[in-house]
């Protein structure tokens, strides 16, 4: 069976640091699949807080996330505190990826993930370009974008 594997860039531009709390524990002990996609959300959250952006307002514009892929690398338990570098890359005209590299406290990566998001209009309720602003902020503006 073919595996998931997710490319990473080579540059991170940001990274945060997220405690393991007991609500993203599942019944194995450990950070459950579904709850990883929690921690990717809050460090993409926080990256985005760091530009002046909420995922509701980015130049007017917020985002809605298309695809997602993770590679787990390391099991993470309740009380584990991760270090979440994110970077954005391969860009397109209405969206971009969010990649993330997960590294336990030792330095140990415990995954390798990646978010798909389209920029979405809510108010006209449709896929919108990428804004420039934010391209030109992220290091993403060029022929593929513009």
Known sequence: MARV???LPDEWPFSTDIDIGVGLINYGGHLGHDSFFTVLH???LR?????????LDIEGLGLIVAD?????KAECRHGE??????APADPHPKGCDFCYLVAKADG????RAKTGVLFFDYGAGRVAPMPR?????VGLAGPRVE
């Open 5 to 7: 594997r997710v490319e």
């Open 42 to 44: 809050e460090a993409r």
């Open 47 to 55: 990256y985005l807080k760091s530009l002046g952006y909420t995922e």
């Open 68 to 72: 997602a892929a993770i590679e787990y």
């Open 81 to 86: 505190l991760l270090r979440v570098a994110v």
């Open 108 to 111: 140990a990566v415990a995954a």
């Open 133 to 137: 602003g934010f391209a030109k902020k």
